[in-house]
Each structure stands twice: as structure tokens, then as C-alpha cells.
């Protein structure tokens, strides 16, 4: 049937289109390891020699140490307060009705929307103001604010999801609401806990806008101290460091995908 | 505590905290836009209107015109880009390409925008990958200057905002009932009438949803135009930036990103409103 040659036909197009955009999407990474491999300190392709020296000088820079020690620091602290936080809330949001249930959502959830820039520099101001310029505790706060949104849906779509029934039978049974909490509730939850912490862990290692304005050298995270040295300096050690960053996020994302089934997270099964 | 609402108190308050800290961090943007900038200072003066009217000067004009086109620009790429990417991900039958293209799509998101940007420099640099591979192939006997360009800067941020777009807009197509689509095809639609007569409306909310999140994060790239863009293309963040940590000038910098969120905020209400006409439209 011609019919079938012409929708044939279409597939492979589409299938065609789709590799492109895969294609734009990857373009950037392959390139950058290829760069990262290359003998010589000035961009040239196709390298002319291959070597490893540009890893063993990012490992060696001070500046990239540091930021990684600081950038954990950060991280550990704001993502597991912004877990917690923010699964209390997600709690409280599914299971009770209260006064400003929506302000104080809406406001929790706006950071999504609110330039990175203004968060940074508003809470530089705040820092300055109450005396904490350029301390871990201001970079903290920033962080915490930025990735709470996250951590809330991803508890959110998990607690939505969950078998109320489950809880009322201990409830029955004559369980504390403490006991349900810990025994039935937690562990039922575990997998959007894990997943958004994980994200939150992801977005706040990563973030660089509002880490710009509120962090001293003391105080600079990894994303910073990239920023610093792609402005000062060409030679390709950045280039391996990406590489590092690109394969750790990959394989912290098959990770996710294997355990925690992404699509779920990100709400894109689809129905039939 | 409510017998009936156990655990109340305890869970809803460090998020009502934060919900404070937060809304302190946006008092104080507030506050210092309205208040004049002492020179040598980091305190500021006494409460003036000057600042917006100095956003009224053609300098700082121009850098909202650029900004609001890049960030139009780069939305409406990425939707084009993005949306048949979202449907062959929803739409993949084996669950190994669907795990692939979900991570190819998911990874570039955590991977923060200064390691995206320098990727994106070697690739489009004078000495950058595409214009040695079109020098070797003969085709340019210059390289094309790709970089301190619009073109270039709006790639990069497609790159950016690719992932958010695909997710948001395949969140949408996964909820379409596939039987409508059925149904037109088997009354005689051709694939290309059921994309655009039954999928696309009914993709309409990730759509909008999609081109407003690209929006807001284009607006807030920094490392993207300040790097790719070499000062010769500015966005508000830049200049923000520079008003901040060059001159020291908190209280204008302040006055641009209050200037920036209120134009966010009504560009994106009216994208809004025109979805919602453009839905009350469909249904004939």
C-alpha cells in the first residue's frame, strides 16, 4: 500500500530528526573529552597526541581541591536540611488543611521561577546586614532555599501515591501516630525521600549563579572556582575536570534511573 | 497539637522558617533598589526613585530589549528542538531506548552551567571544534566567528534549557489519551493531520508550561552570556553582576533585578493569557 511506504517513510525522518537532536545534545560533551585527552595546551582538532596530563593537573590545583572540599561541605549540609524540611512540609501539604496553605507553598515553590542572580544577591544583602557575610552558614541558607522546591515535589508525587490504608490499619491496631510515622509511613516513602535528596545533593553541588554572590574565596564552591579559572586561564585542564563532572553525573543518573525509575520521578510514564 | 492532626506544628514550622529567610533575602532586593548609592560605600544612602529612573536610560533600555529577545529566542528553539525528542521518549517501544534517551536528556540538567558553557566554548571558539572540522573540510577558508555573538549565546542556552523542556513536555504527552489518536487515524487522518488536528492541542499545557520554565531560566543564565557573550552580548544577570562586584553599586543592582522579575512576571502572565485564549479557541 502506498500508505504504508509513506508513513514508513515519516518514521525514519522522525527517527532521522531525533538522532540530530541527540546529536546537538551530546556535540558538547563528546567534544570536551576529546579536547581533555589532547596533548596540546592550545584547542586544536583532531589532537595531533593523546595524554592524561591535563587530569593530573586539575587534580594537582589548589583551587579545584578546594572547591570540591567546600562544595561537599555545602551540599551534605543543605540538601539533608532541605530533605527534611521539605518532606515535613510535602507532609503536612497532602495530609492537612491550615491557614496559608497556598502563600506559604507558593512562596517555598517560587525560587523555580526567581532569577538566580536575585536570589544571590538578595541574600548577600541579608548576610551583610545580619553580620554572616561570606560564611558557610549564608551559602547554606542559599542553597537549602533553592533546592527546597525539588525536594518538595519529589516527596509530594511520592506521598500522593502512597496507600493511605496501609496507616489506618496500624492506626486501628492501636499504633502511636509516632509508631505509624516510623514503622509504615517512612518506609513506604523511602524511594521519593532517596530520590529527592539525590536531586537536591545534584542541584546544590552544581549550582553556580547565586554560589557567585554569596561565597568568598573561603568559602567558594567547585562550579566557582571552574567560573574562576575558564576566565583566567585556556589550557584544557577544565576540559578534564568536565569530563569527570559529566561521567559522574551520568552514571549518578543510570543510578537513578535504574533504582529509582526516572520516569516515575519525573511523572512521564505514559498511560497506554 | 490536634489529636487529629498529629506531628502539625513540628513539620510545618522549619518550612515556614524558610519560607521567611527567604522572603528577608527578597525584602532586602526590595529595599536597597529604593535606596541611593553612596560611592565607595557598601552602605547605602537615604530612599530614592532614582534608580528606576536611570533603568530608563537607553544604555539599560537595551540591555532589557536583548534580554527579553534572547530569552524569546531561546524558549521558542528549545520548544521546536525539544518536542520530538519529548515524543520519541514517550513514545520509544523498548524500554532500553527509552532508559537512553532518558538519560542523554536528564544528565545535562545536573550538570550545572560553567562545566555546559565551557563545552559549548570549544565547540564554537575560533579554534573550537565546528570551524576545524569546517576548515578541514574546505567548506570556510575563515573561521566563522561564532562567539561574543547572539547566535552563539542562544545555542548554548537551547543546550540549557533543553532538558526542562523535554521533561515538561513530555509529562503532557504521556498524558494524552492515545485512543483519540486512534480514532482520527482510523477515520482517515494521515500521521501529520493527527499530530496537528489531536496530539499538539492536546499537548498544549506542557507546551506552555515548557516554554514558560525555558523562559524564567534563560533569564536567570549567567555564566552562559557572560562567558559566551565575551560583554559584547549582556543580559541583565551580567549586569547585575557587574553593578554588584565591579562599581559596588548594590542599590542599582538591586533596582534591575526588581526591574527584571516584574518584567518576567507580566511577560509570562501574558504568555499565559494567551494560551488560555488560544485553548478557548480549540474546541470547534
Sequence with gaps: ?272 | MSPRQPFFRTFATPAVLCAFGFLAAMAAVLQFSFRAYVPGSLDPGGFTLANFTDLLKPLYARVFLDTVWICFLTAITTLVVGYPLAYALVRAQSAIVKSILLVIVVTPLFLGEVVRTYSWIIVLGNNGFINAVLLNLGIIRQPVQFMFTTFGVVVALVHVTMPVMVIMLAAALSHVDRDYQRAAASLGAGPIRVFLTVTLPLSMPGVVAGVTTAFAWTFSAFATPQLIGGGRVNMISNLVYQLGFASFNFPFAASLCVAGLALTIVVLSALRLASRRLEAIEPH
Aim: aromatic share 12%; glycine share 6%; net charge positive.
Design chain 1, 1 to 272: 500500500m502506498p500508505r504504508s511506504t509513506y508513513q514508513r517513510l515519516l518514521g525514519l525522518v522522525g527517527k532521522l530528526v531525533v538522532l540530530l537532536i541527540l546529536g546537538f545534545l551530546v556535540l558538547p560533551a563528546a567534544v570536551v573529552t576529546i579536547a581533555a585527552f589532547n596533548d596540546k595546551a592550545i584547542l586544536s582538532f583532531p589532537p595531533q597526541a593523546w595524554s592524561m596530563r591535563w587530569f593530573a593537573k586539575a587534580f594537582a590545583y589548589q583551587d579545584f581541591r578546594e572547591g570540591f572540599h567546600n562544595g561537599l561541605i555545602v551540599t551534605a549540609w543543605s540538601s539533608t536540611i532541605a530533605l527534611v524540611v521539605g518532606a515535613m512540609f510535602a507532609f503536612v501539604l497532602d495530609r492537612y488543611r491550615f491557614r496559608f496553605k497556598r502563600l506559604i507553598e507558593a512562596v517555598l515553590l517560587s525560587p523555580l521561577v526567581i532569577p538566580h542572580f536575585t536570589v544571590g544577591l538578595g541574600f548577600l544583602i541579608l548576610a551583610a546586614q545580619i553580620g554572616w557575610s561570606r560564611s558557610y552558614t549564608v551559602v547554606i541558607a542559599c542553597h537549602i532555599v533553592l533546592v527546597l522546591p525539588f525536594v518538595l515535589r519529589s516527596v509530594y508525587v511520592s506521598l500522593r501515591n502512597l496507600d493511605q490504608s496501609y496507616e489506618r490499619a496500624a492506626a486501628s491496631l492501636g499504633a502511636s501516630p509516632l509508631r505509624v510515622m516510623v514503622t509504615i509511613t517512612l518506609p513506604l516513602l523511602l524511594p521519593g525521600l532517596v530520590s529527592g535528596w539525590l536531586f537536591a545533593a545534584m542541584l546544590s553541588f552544581n549550582e553556580f549563579t547565586a554560589s557567585l554572590f554569596v561565597t568568598a574565596q573561603r568559602t567558594q564552591t567547585l562550579p566557582v572556582a571552574m567560573y574562576n579559572y575558564v576566565r583566567e586561564f585556556a589550557d584544557p585542564s577544565m576540559a578534564a575536570l568536565s569530563v569527570i563532572y559529566i561521567v559522574g553525573t551520568a552514571a549518578l543518573i543510570v543510578f537513578a534511573n535504574a533504582y529509582l525509575g526516572l520516569s516515575k520521578v519525573l511523572n512521564i510514564e505514559h498511560g497506554r
